[in-house]
Structure formats: C-alpha cells, structure tokens
C-alpha cells in the first residue's frame, strides 16, 4: 500500500473515533478521498522577534465539511509557539461530485479499532492455555474371531459392523476357507473398517476385524493351533519392524499404535458344553492375546440352561487344569480378561450375565423410519435388523431381550468402550514380551511359534495321527526287541539245564 493511501485510512479512522459525523460520512463512501494534513513552513528567524500572522483560509466550498488543523511555527519564535494558527482542511462530502482523474479512485482500507486491538492483546496476555488446533492420533485397533465351525462367526462379523463403512467388501465366508487357503492369504478373511474420527477425543481409529477358520474343519489340531499361533506372532514380528524394535515409551504414548497386532480375541463356544479342545485351544491364546469368550446360538437354550451354562463357563476356564487332568503335563492355564465393572453396571449386566449369549443372522428386517435414519447419516429410509424367524415367533439379533449382541457391540465398538483401553495396555505389554524372546531367540520367529504352542500341544496330539503313528511304531519296535530278549534268555536257559549248570544258580 502507498504511504498517502495508508495515511488516508488511518487518519479516516482517527476522525470516526473523535468526530462520529465525520466518521460516519468517511464509511458510507469507500470511494472518497482524505486530504493529508500540511504543515505550513514557519518564516526564517530574524534578530528581532517575528510577529505570528495568522494564516487565513478561504471559506469552504459548499458541500464541504472543514476540520481544524494546527499548524506548527519556528521554534525560535516564541510568539509562534502561543498563538496557534489553523488551517482548514476540506473533507469532500458524499453528496460532492467525484474528481475525474486519470487513475481510479483509491479504496481506503479499513483498519481493526483500537479498542478491538486492546481487547485482542489482552486475551493473549491473560489465557489460561494456549490455542492449538485439534490433532488427530491413529489408533488401531485389531479383533479376530475364533472358535468350532458352524457357529456363525462370519455373520457375528457381519452383523457387528453393519452399521459401519467398510474400505472391504463384506466378510469372506470363512466356514468355506481350508487351513492352507487362510495361510496363503489371511486377508481374504479380514473386514477393514473405514477410519472413524472421534474428535472429542482427539483420535482418529482403524478397525480391523479377522474372522479364523473353525478347528473342526482340520482334523489335525495340533497343526492349527500351531497356525493361529504363527499368524499372531507374524503380526507382532510385523510392528516389531515397523518400530524398529523400540520399546521405550510407556503405555500411555504407546496406545494403540500397533498396526498389526491383535488387540483381542472373540472366542465362540458352542450351546450346551464347552469342549475339552476349547479348553485347550483358549488357554494356549490367552497367553498371547486377550480373549473373551462367548456363547453362540443363545436362542436355542431356554434361561434356565443359559443360567446354569454361564457357571459352568465360569467355573471351567477359572481352573481349567480341574477339567482337562493330565499326570505328565504342565496344567493349563487361562488369563480372564473382565470388563470394568462401572462400564457393566451402565448396560445393567451383573457379573452372573458373563459370558455374553450371542444371536446373530444373515435375515434381515427392514425398520421404516425416515427419523431414525436421518438421526443415523443414513441415506435410506429404512433400518435393517437381523432376525431369525420361527414358527413359533421370531428372535432379534439386536434385541436385548433377545441376545446380547447390542452390549458386545457397545463395548468393542460403541459407547462404552472404557475397557479398550485395558486391552491395548495389554496387547503393549505382551509386545514388550515379544520383544525380549524375538531378541533373546536370534530373532528366530520359528522358535518362539514352537515355545508358545508347546505348553498346549501335546494335550492335543492324541488326535495328531501322525504322532499317534509314529508312537505305535515305536511300541511295535519297542515289543518286537524285548520278545527277542526274552527269546534269547530262554534259550540260554535251556543251555545251562543240559549242561547241568542250573544248581549254580
């Protein structure tokens, strides 16, 4: 800007602030132009002391407002100095006629008031905590469903993220999905939710959830624990390398910034009776994951049997050893995860309500309610809500009076998810666990898959047939060598009767 334009807008605003007329005829239009203030030149200074001739100004023309400046004198001239001299200074009025000129007309610009200035400086002076734009932190958050074949994982997996954007299409049907196929490509089980921003919190969350084949799919046990087993440690190995091994924060920094790691492990047990190989199978998990489990096909065990089965849960994976004995192997043993107890008590769930029952559906029920889905984001009218229907009636999947998806749903992903923090704490320390063997073990990740399934597997090679082959034939061996000894010592003994040399002994 021009020091003669910038000097006409300031002085604009000096005369809005001390003369509201003036003022108010500056800002009605932008177009007009400031006449600058003039110091008049004072006479040279003589031996005798100059009289101070007032200077007369010629009368305004019409339609012009005058503003007394003064004018500065000699300083030699004390006369000069006690009698001030004015000069009037014309302020073209809005309704005066613009001049023609060459150029076009300057547009003032308008300066911040004084008082906002003050205002604004002391705000700054005197805020309790400076003002930073909201930064948004990456969490991730991994889950991986887990359990016997047929117990409708995959559409748990569907109808807990079906309210949910998806970067994935929908869940793979993982009952279809061989041992092998999952090892050549894990992904193509996998759901990846599209990135949730929740800005009060100041987070931004990646939701991966992994749906497993089912153990009954495999008859060789032993080799599919020893792959769920590989694939968890694959993915710590993963962040192992990403981090470049650093382990020195604490967990409040480190929260949820494991891509790759899973976070935690939603284990189905069938209706009716829990299995010996789920005994076996969640205690060799719960020592690298978190694992909550829970029970499928809820709708098919009245509440009296639903009662007597969530203590018989209890019970069997507080002391696991007690149901699956063995005289020659390490007990087994289980890590239980608890939600926090407020959080339980918000959705009205009393510790007897543990384990959660599940119903879930591939059906659908459409739910017409154009309130409803404009209080959703949801672009459609309608509402869909999993149901499996009966003869008798139909079940809800999302019905609490029904199933307690709603209440898994809340705490994984909802508004109550307190406990989550628990679980990435957890999934930190046993990365920092990880660590240490990974190192300790030459960075051999084959070793430690080995170490972690050691204390679980052999409870499981009685249905191993290669191993129950192989113990056969080294019985067989073992029998057909001591039926030659003893072969031989008879005959020897038949030597010494004829000889005559059995009274010797």
């Known amino acids: 800007m021009a020091p003669q334009k910038k000097n006409q807008s300031l002085f604009a605003s000096f005369l809005k602030s001390k003369d509201p007329v003036v003022g108010s005829q500056l800002t009605k239009d932008k177009a007009a132009s400031v006449a600058t203030p003039v110091a008049l030149p004072a006479k040279p200074a003589t031996a005798e002391p100059a009289k101070a001739t007032p200077v007369k100004a010629s009368p305004p023309a019409p339609g012009v407002v005058t503003s007394p400046v003064r004018v500065s004198a000699s300083s030699g001239s004390s006369a000069a100095s006690a009698t001030p001299a004015y000069k009037p200074v014309s302020v073209p009025s809005p309704s005066a006629a613009p001049v023609k000129s060459g150029r076009a007309a300057a547009v003032p610009v308008e300066t911040p008031s004084l008082a906002r200035l003050r205002a604004d400086d002391a705000r700054a002076a005197w805020q309790a905590r400076p003002s930073i734009p909201v930064r948004l932190l990456d969490n991730y958050i991994n889950f991986m469903v887990m359990g016997e074949s047929g117990l409708g994982k995959t559409t748990f997996i569907n109808n807990l993220v079906s309210s949910y954007r998806t970067t994935r299409g929908q869940p793979?049907?993982?009952s279809t999905t061989s041992l092998s196929a999952f090892q050549a490509d894990p992904d193509s089980l996998k759901t990846v939710l599209e990135p949730m921003e929740v800005s009060e919190a100041g987070r931004r969350l990646h939701v991966t959830v992994q749906d497993m084949p089912g153990?009954?799919?495999?008859?060789?046990?032993?080799?599919?624990?020893?792959?769920?087993?590989?694939?968890?440690?694959?993915?710590?190995?993963?962040?192992?390398?990403?981090?470049?091994?650093?382990?020195g924060l604490n967990e409040a920094a480190m929260c949820g910034q494991l891509q790759h790691s899973i976070t935690a492990c939603v284990y189905f047990l069938s209706p009716h009776r829990v299995k010996k190989v789920d005994l076996i199978i969640m205690?060799?998990?719960?020592?690298?994951?978190?694992?909550?489990?829970?029970?499928?096909?809820?709708?098919?065990?009245?509440?009296k049997e639903l009662s007597a089965f969530r203590s018989e849960v209890r019970a069997m994976l507080s002391c696991p050893s007690k149901y699956a004995p063995s005289k020659t192997l390490a007990p087994l043993d289980f890590n239980t995860f608890g939600f926090a107890p407020q959080v339980l008590t918000d959705l009205g769930i009393t510790p007897d309500a543990m384990p959660l029952a599940l119903i879930t559906s591939n059906e659908h029920e459409s739910l017409r309610d154009s309130a409803l889905a404009a209080e959703l984001g949801l672009d459609q009218p309608e509402v869909q809500q999993p149901v499996r229907n009966y003869r008798w009636g139909a079940a809800y999947a999302l019905n609490r009076e029904h199933s307690d998806l709603l209440t898994l749903k809340r705490l994984l992903?909802?508004?109550?998810?307190?406990?989550?923090?628990?679980?990435?704490?957890?999934?930190?320390?046993?990365?920092?666990n990880f660590c240490q063997q990974y190192e300790a073990n030459g960075k051999q990740l084959p070793l430690i898959v080995q170490n972690a399934a050691a204390m679980c597997t052999p409870y499981l090679e009685y249905d191993d047939y290669s191993n129950a082959k192989t113990a056969l034939d080294s019985a067989q061996q073992a029998m057909s060598t001591l039926m030659a000894e003893n072969k031989a010592l008879m005959e020897r003994i038949n030597v010494l009767e004829r000889s005559g040399n059995m009274s010797r002994y």
């Open 215 to 247: 153990w009954g799919d495999d008859i060789n046990l032993v080799r599919y624990l020893r792959v769920v087993v590989d694939f968890i440690l694959q993915a710590r190995m993963k962040d192992y390398e990403m981090l470049a091994g650093s382990r």
């Open 283 to 303: 205690s060799a998990l719960s020592q690298l994951v978190t694992v909550i489990p829970v029970i499928a096909k809820a709708d098919t065990m009245t509440d």
């Open 172 to 174: 793979h049907d993982g």
């Open 413 to 432: 992903l909802g508004d109550k998810v307190d406990s989550l923090y628990a679980m990435l704490d957890e999934s930190y320390n046993r990365y920092l």
